[in-house]
């Protein structure tokens, strides 16, 4: 595998359950990212992490709880989401400027 | 704060012309860097070209560039000899330097069609 990977690829959960992304980066990148993209706004930054340790967290709500345990692996928590966090989830990995992104996860909450 | 702006929700364009996409941003730093990403409807958002707030000559990737023009705060991605295979969403996005973070700001994106 090359580049950044994410599974699953798309995920159906009701408001009850508990799910996780995952996001891994083949690329020796020190620093990984998620991102929310809703339809018809744009991309929003979710949480940074640096060498695994958080150094960004943009007001996402607790009900997202992301895991880094180590610099190539990246975890995105779900639990009791609501129907308007129903989007797609993009992981990205760098090392200094240039941002790779995966293909994302699309979740749709019922 | 910092904000990207694409004003063409919409654009299209026919096979093998060339097609520019706007992007203006608002800033107060003095060092930046301007990016361009493409989305096609599997959703990946892969990575085209980069131009550096202090890089003077405008940046080129095969048939992408940027038309960078500072004072004017404007990152327009140029797409020539357009292929069937560009159409797709395109992103502006900018990043911060100074401060250490490292999050990208992105644009609302335009659509862009190539028509045959």
């Known amino acids: 595998e090359t580049g950044v990977t994410q599974t699953p690829r798309h995920l159906v959960m009701g408001m009850t359950n508990k799910k996780s992304l995952k996001c891994e980066q083949h690329?020796?990148?020190?620093?990984m990212y998620w991102y929310k993209q809703s339809a018809k706004k744009p991309l929003e930054l979710m949480f940074v992490?640096?060498?695994?340790?958080?150094?960004e967290n943009n007001s996402v709500p607790s009900r997202f709880s992301p895991e880094c345990p180590n610099s190539s692996h990246l975890f995105l928590h779900l639990h009791t989401l609501q129907p308007e966090d129903s989007a797609l989830y993009l992981c990205?990995?760098?090392?200094?400027?240039?941002?790779?992104f995966g293909p994302g996860t699309r979740l749709t909450v019922l | 704060a910092q904000k990207i702006t694409q004003t063409q929700p919409g654009m299209f364009v026919q096979e093998k012309e060339a097609v520019t996409l706007d992007c203006t941003y608002d800033?107060?730093?003095?060092?930046?860097?301007l990016f361009w990403y493409k989305q096609p409807s599997s959703g990946e958002m892969i990575f085209l070209i980069y131009?550096?707030?202090?890089?003077?000559q405008n940046a080129t990737e095969g048939r992408y560039s940027l038309n960078f023009q500072k004072a004017r705060k404007s990152a327009n991605l140029v797409i020539s000899a357009s292929q069937l295979g560009d159409s797709a969403m395109y992103f502006c996005?900018?990043?911060?330097?100074?401060?250490?973070?490292?999050?990208?700001?992105f644009g609302s994106g335009t659509r862009l069609q190539v028509q045959p």
């Open positions: 996005a900018m990043r911060r330097w100074d401060t250490g973070r490292r999050a990208l700001t």
């Open positions: 990205a990995s760098s090392q200094e400027d240039t941002q790779y």
């Open positions: 131009q550096g707030s202090y890089d003077e």
């Open positions: 992490y640096s060498l695994e340790e958080r150094v």
């Open positions: 800033t107060s730093d003095q060092s930046y860097g």
């Open positions: 690329l020796g990148h020190n620093a």
